[in-house]
Protein backbone atom coordinates (compact mmCIF):
# COMPACT_ATOMS: atom_id res chain seq x y z
CA UNK A 1 0.00 0.00 0.00
CA UNK A 2 1.24 3.80 -1.05
CA UNK A 3 1.49 6.29 2.00
CA UNK A 4 3.12 8.68 0.97
CA UNK A 5 5.12 10.49 -2.02
CA UNK A 6 8.85 10.66 -0.55
CA UNK A 7 10.56 12.80 -3.33
CA UNK A 8 10.17 14.44 -6.97
CA UNK A 9 13.14 14.48 -9.29
CA UNK A 10 13.81 16.68 -12.18
CA UNK A 11 16.35 16.12 -14.76
CA UNK A 12 19.41 18.92 -14.89
CA UNK A 13 22.36 18.77 -17.53
CA UNK A 14 26.37 18.52 -15.99
CA UNK A 15 27.26 21.44 -14.44
CA UNK A 16 24.09 23.50 -13.33
CA UNK A 17 24.19 22.84 -9.74
CA UNK A 18 25.23 25.87 -8.82
CA UNK A 19 22.73 27.64 -10.87
CA UNK A 20 20.00 24.97 -9.16
CA UNK A 21 21.13 25.87 -5.58
CA UNK A 22 20.86 29.47 -6.70
CA UNK A 23 17.21 29.35 -7.54
CA UNK A 24 15.77 25.97 -5.55
CA UNK A 25 17.93 27.79 -2.14
CA UNK A 26 18.29 31.62 -3.47
CA UNK A 27 15.05 32.26 -4.64
CA UNK A 28 12.77 29.84 -3.37
CA UNK A 29 14.14 29.21 0.00
CA UNK A 30 14.28 25.38 -0.14
CA UNK A 31 17.13 24.04 2.05
CA UNK A 32 19.78 21.82 0.36
CA UNK A 33 20.01 18.33 1.96
CA UNK A 34 23.14 16.21 1.34
CA UNK A 35 22.90 13.21 -0.73
CA UNK A 36 24.32 10.07 0.05
CA UNK A 37 28.13 10.12 -0.97
CA UNK A 38 27.38 7.16 -3.45
CA UNK A 39 24.82 9.30 -5.60
CA UNK A 40 26.53 13.10 -4.31
CA UNK A 41 29.17 11.56 -7.39
CA UNK A 42 26.64 11.45 -10.20
CA UNK A 43 26.18 15.13 -8.95
CA UNK A 44 23.23 17.09 -9.33
CA UNK A 45 21.67 18.28 -6.23
CA UNK A 46 18.77 17.47 -3.58
CA UNK A 47 16.53 20.36 -1.77
CA UNK A 48 13.48 19.81 1.61
CA UNK A 49 11.44 22.37 2.43
CA UNK A 50 8.98 20.37 5.72
CA UNK A 51 8.08 16.74 4.35
CA UNK A 52 8.90 17.91 0.52
CA UNK A 53 11.55 16.77 -1.31
CA UNK A 54 12.94 18.00 -4.92
CA UNK A 55 15.44 15.72 -6.20
CA UNK A 56 17.70 17.23 -9.47
CA UNK A 57 19.86 14.35 -10.99
CA UNK A 58 22.32 14.87 -13.88
CA UNK A 59 21.07 14.06 -16.89
CA UNK A 60 22.67 13.81 -20.81
CA UNK A 61 21.17 14.50 -23.05
CA UNK A 62 19.35 16.64 -21.18
CA UNK A 63 15.63 17.84 -22.13
CA UNK A 64 14.13 20.26 -19.24
CA UNK A 65 10.33 19.37 -18.18
CA UNK A 66 8.27 21.55 -19.64
CA UNK A 67 4.90 19.72 -19.31
CA UNK A 68 5.36 17.39 -16.33
CA UNK A 69 6.54 19.20 -13.35
CA UNK A 70 6.16 19.57 -9.39
CA UNK A 71 3.39 21.62 -7.76
CA UNK A 72 4.14 23.24 -4.58
CA UNK A 73 1.49 24.47 -2.12
CA UNK A 74 2.19 28.17 -1.13
CA UNK A 75 0.53 30.03 1.47
CA UNK A 76 0.68 33.65 0.84
CA UNK A 77 0.57 33.06 -3.03
CA UNK A 78 0.85 36.89 -4.28
CA UNK A 79 3.88 37.68 -1.68
CA UNK A 80 5.57 34.55 -2.64
CA UNK A 81 5.54 35.52 -6.49
CA UNK A 82 6.49 38.73 -5.90
CA UNK A 83 8.86 38.01 -3.70
CA UNK A 84 10.22 34.96 -6.25
CA UNK A 85 9.91 37.68 -9.10
CA UNK A 86 12.01 40.60 -7.76
CA UNK A 87 14.91 37.90 -7.14
CA UNK A 88 14.53 37.27 -11.04
CA UNK A 89 12.21 34.47 -11.13
CA UNK A 90 9.70 34.28 -14.03
CA UNK A 91 6.30 34.12 -13.13
CA UNK A 92 3.24 33.14 -15.26
CA UNK A 93 -0.22 33.88 -13.43
CA UNK A 94 -2.87 31.03 -14.64
CA UNK A 95 -6.48 30.91 -13.85
CA UNK A 96 -7.77 27.40 -15.12
CA UNK A 97 -7.60 25.82 -11.97
CA UNK A 98 -10.88 26.42 -10.09
CA UNK A 99 -10.84 27.15 -6.50
CA UNK A 100 -6.75 28.20 -6.94
CA UNK A 101 -4.60 30.88 -6.85
CA UNK A 102 -2.44 29.62 -9.45
CA UNK A 103 1.09 30.45 -11.09
CA UNK A 104 4.07 29.10 -13.10
CA UNK A 105 7.57 29.68 -12.84
CA UNK A 106 10.69 27.84 -14.80
CA UNK A 107 14.32 26.74 -13.29
CA UNK A 108 17.47 28.02 -14.31
CA UNK A 109 17.52 25.09 -17.00
CA UNK A 110 14.07 25.09 -18.22
CA UNK A 111 12.06 23.07 -15.63
CA UNK A 112 8.71 23.82 -15.26
CA UNK A 113 7.26 24.41 -11.16
CA UNK A 114 3.98 24.97 -10.16
CA UNK A 115 3.05 26.85 -7.15
CA UNK A 116 -0.83 26.86 -5.90
CA UNK A 117 -2.55 27.88 -3.03
CA UNK A 118 -6.33 27.09 -2.54
CA UNK A 119 -8.94 29.70 -2.33
CA UNK A 120 -10.35 29.87 1.31
CA UNK A 121 -13.84 28.66 1.55
CA UNK A 122 -16.56 31.42 2.43
CA UNK A 123 -19.89 30.71 4.32
Not at 13 to 28: K, N
Not at 44 to 63: A, D, N, R
Not at 89 to 114: K, M, Q
Request: aromatic content about 8%; some cysteine.
Amino acid sequence: MIIALDHVQLAAPPGSEQRLRDYYAGVLGMTEIAKPPLLALRGGCWFQVGPVQLHLGIEEPFTPARKAHPALRIQGIHAYARQIAALGAPVTWDYDLPGHHRFYSTDPVGNRIEFLEPIPVRD
